[in-house]
């Protein structure tokens, strides 16, 4: 199975970003699936995670109100909304299903 992050980039304080993980293989519905960012210098965080009825299993308490996590089972996708972002957003994020990682996409919130 593999994972492809699409989506990030450049963005102003305030600004959005819809991220979107892309996993190929048949397992997907039945997996719950993670986000995940690191920033410079500091440790991996999860962001969010959602299960496979769509129902929020994680989310990190300070981006609450700001991201929102979904799925699209029949296309294999993962999403993670991103809104009114601030500087220290900026961080590389991946995509989880269990042992399995994307490549990462890079978000980058700078004025």
């Known amino acids: 199975v593999q994972l492809v992050e699409s989506g990030g980039g450049l963005v102003h304080p305030g600004g959005s970003l819809r991220l979107s993980c892309a996993a190929s293989?048949?397992?997907?519905?039945?997996?719950?699936m993670r986000w995940y960012r690191q920033a410079p210098g500091a440790e991996l965080e999860l962001v969010a995670g959602?299960?496979?009825?769509?129902?929020?299993?994680n989310f990190a308490d300070s981006l609450k109100g700001r991201f929102t996590i979904s799925r699209d089972n029949a296309k294999n996708m993962v999403y993670l909304q991103m809104n009114n972002l601030k500087f220290e957003d900026t961080a590389v994020y991946y995509c989880?299903?269990?042992?399995?990682w994307g490549q990462g996409t890079q978000v980058t919130v700078s004025a």
């Open positions: 989880n299903k269990g042992i399995e």
């Open positions: 293989g048949s397992t997907f519905s039945s997996y719950v």
């Open positions: 959602i299960n496979s009825e769509g129902i929020i299993t």
